[in-house]
């Protein structure tokens, strides 16, 4: 990231932080809901099955960029799936970082060749190691592994949903970012308790053996990009919701933190990591924007 992103970035954290502000400076794009994938913890897949037209897609990326919106991520379904005639992913991340956003990621099940040199993130998902990961995945972890070794990119992080099929899985992610070729660092998150998943959901005695698991292996110097501050609030689902910073599009109407801000009572029981690092670090809390300040510097 250049050093006017930082200085840029900076700032904003001053605004938000300091005097309070609810300003966005994170945005996804949901451009399909299309997939090739039925995962067993997911519930928002092949619901309406739409590509987004370029069109639309570009408008909701100006929309997002005009509310400040300068770190975004392609979402889906799968990314990889989105075509407009002869146009890809890859041409929605080379028009969004002509448009000025300064960190774009795309968000992908990794079945498809990672061809994406002009992103700035790509954020693979791994649901464990072989036999947990297919458990969930459907068989799809060699096609997965051999995509990210011959991906043309080098910042690749692995990106885990952690429930009750893959908790054991954790030590075995770490491993597998440490020892893969083109793989800078690996995310983490709780199972976010959809009404159709609900089963998935780690108790909270489960999510405190996990954390410490993390914690752990981030003390070992594994590359592990989530903040150990944030862990009691995710244990505990303390933290507070939703998160004002992050907004998400799909076809023109904007939902603030997530599209799951519509289900009742779904954040009470929120998994996501992002929601309660940003949200603690937007407030102001001095230990998770220290060890932000840490943790991004390495990996972004
Ligand atoms: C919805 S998928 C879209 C992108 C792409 N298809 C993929 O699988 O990476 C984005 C991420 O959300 C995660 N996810 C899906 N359902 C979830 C849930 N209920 N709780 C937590 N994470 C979930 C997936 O594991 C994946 O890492
Ligand atoms: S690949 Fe992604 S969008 Fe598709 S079913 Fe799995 S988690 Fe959901
Ligand atoms: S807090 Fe945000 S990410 Fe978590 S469930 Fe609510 S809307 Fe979704």
Redesign the pocket.
């Known amino acids: 990231m250049k050093a006017s992103s930082y200085w840029y970035l900076a700032n904003f954290w001053i605004k938000t932080a300091l005097f309070k502000k609810k300003d966005p400076i994170i945005g996804s794009i949901i451009i399909t809901?299309r997939?090739?994938?039925?995962?067993k913890?997911?519930s928002?897949?092949?619901i309406t099955e739409i590509m987004y037209p370029y069109t639309q897609i570009k408008k909701d990326m100006q929309t997002l960029y005009d509310l400040g919106v300068r770190i975004l991520f392609l979402y889906?379904?799968?990314p990889f799936l989105w075509k407009d005639g002869d146009l890809t992913v890859r041409d929605l991340v080379v028009v969004a970082k002509k448009m000025g956003f300064m960190i774009v990621t795309v968000v992908t099940?990794g079945?498809f060749p990672i061809i994406l040199p002009e992103a700035d993130l790509i954020l693979v998902?791994l649901d464990g190691d072989k036999e947990r990961h297919n458990a969930i995945?459907g068989n799809t972890y060699d096609t997965i592994m051999a995509n990210v070794k011959n991906a043309n990119a080098k910042n690749i992080c692995l990106y885990m949903?952690i429930n009750k099929i893959n908790k054991d899985a954790v030590r075995e992610v770490c491993r597998i970012t440490n020892e893969t070729e083109n793989v800078k660092a690996v995310s983490f998150n709780f199972h976010t308790p959809y009404p159709d998943t609900k089963e998935l959901l780690l108790s909270v005695e489960e999510k405190r053996a996990v954390c410490e698991q993390i914690s752990q292996m981030k003390d070992e110097g594994f590359p592990i990009f989530n903040l150990k501050s944030a862990f009691p609030y995710l244990i505990n689902n303390s933290f507070p919701t939703p998160c004002h910073q992050s907004l998400i599009i799909e076809n023109g109407k904007i939902s603030v933190c997530g599209r799951c801000i519509d289900e009742p009572g779904l954040c009470e029981a929120c998994g996501y990591f992002f929601a309660a690092e940003y949200t603690l670090l937007f407030k102001g809390n001095l230990k998770i924007t220290l060890e932000a300040l840490k943790t991004y510097s390495k990996y972004i």
């Open positions: 809901d997939c090739n994938l039925r995962c913890h997911c928002v897949n092949n889906g379904g799968e099940n079945t998902s995945r949903a």
